[in-house]
């Protein structure tokens, strides 16, 4: 079984900065993808970012130039540094890891830009 663990949300003003933590632990095969998503109250879930095994990664325009998203692959860890947020990026956010036909997801950390 994996468990995925969110850590770092908060409350920051706009302008801000924030990172966002997910360890991931239990019987995980090398080659996946592991990924952020964020909900709004009321509002789909959407992608934020991800980023593969060996390091490619792929981001909303939404967050491009601002966030920026790394794993450390001996530690099964995954960060996303959150730089000049806006209110608009307050939502629950959400670690998603992916490989073969199996999807697991975090519990979510709450980010709340004030203005």
């Known amino acids: 079984q994996v468990q995925l663990v969110e850590s770092g949300g908060g409350l920051v003003q706009a302008g801000g900065s924030l990172r966002l933590s997910c360890a991931a632990s239990?019987?995980?095969?090398?080659?996946?993808?592991m990924g952020w998503y964020r909900q709004a109250p009321g509002m789909r879930r959407e992608l934020v970012a991800d980023?593969?095994?060996?390091?490619?990664?792929n981001y909303a325009n939404f967050v491009k130039g601002r966030f920026t998203i790394s794993r450390d692959n001996a530690k099964n860890t995954m960060y996303l540094q959150m730089n000049s947020l806006k209110p608009e990026d307050t939502a629950v956010y959400y670690c998603?890891?992916?490989?073969?036909?199996?999807?697991?997801w975090g519990q979510g950390t709450q980010v709340t830009v004030s203005s």
């Open positions: 239990g019987t995980i095969f090398s080659i996946n993808v």
């Open positions: 998603h890891l992916a490989f073969g036909s199996r999807v697991y």
């Open positions: 980023i593969t095994w060996g390091g490619v990664t």
